[in-house]
């Protein structure tokens, strides 16, 4: 059994249902209840770490036995909330989903950290493109600070037990195929999407990513960038880049229309690959 807090999100029901495809025994934890019907819900607050425990071990004949634990559930971007209360939802949440897996035993736990742990939204200009794992987390806002707090976590966790697994997985700005009718709008300043490097994250793809993570025979806390393989843009990255970070160095060639949010690790470690995109929309 996968429990996935969140369920009821935008990434979270994806996720639910890409992991119900692929034969896996499913449940949300959520204060919301989930759109669909078919979807068994149970109702937890995850900043209580009482709840929390207690619903992971077991709440009737919807949750036992829990092999993995996908925790998708956080106030999901800046401003949605005063930026104390974003930071102590986010942080508190994520400590109490991974200690409630280290009592439990659960050791394969599956988490979104976020793209704005790069740096977003560059108002300091990335330090080269395209953007990776391998430079130190630049938090520019509390919900940043939080995702990035919850990395150092995981490293903590992973470390109190060798054996435990906790990935987290740095998404982009997730998108509903519905919402690529947006995309035109877009074009036409530069400006409007730099803040993401022109990135974005399909929904049903960022649920493969959360898969792959699972079934990765992995132990320790790891990140990964998750995007999809192209821009929202339909100017190449050079005009896009000498337009708005000229001083930017470019590591490497690139696509026009190539992610500059580099995806090159997912790839390797876990076998992702982006199957859905705007352009074949």
Known sequence: MIIVTGGSGQAGRACVADL????YDVVSVDLAPPADASVRHSRVDLTDYGQTVAAFA???????????????AAIRAPGLAPNPVTF??????TYNVFEAARQLGVKNVVWASSETVLGLPFDTPPPYVPVDEEYPGRPETAYSLSKLVGETMAEQFCRWDPEQK????RLSNVMDPEDYARFPSFQDDALRRKWNLWGYIDARDAAQAVRLALEAPLTGADVFVIANADTVMERPNSELLDEVFPGVERR?????????????KAR????YEPRFGWRTA
């Open 268 to 271: 390797r470690v876990l076998g």
């Open 58 to 72: 077991g709440v009737d004949d919807r949750i036992d036995d829990v092999t993995g634990i996908v925790h998708l």
């Open 88 to 93: 102590s939802v986010n942080t508190l949440s």
């Open 20 to 23: 119900t495809a692929h034969g």
């Open 166 to 169: 906790i990935i987290g997985l």
């Open 252 to 264: 490497r060639e690139f696509g026009d229309h190539e992610t500059l949010l580099s995806i090159e």
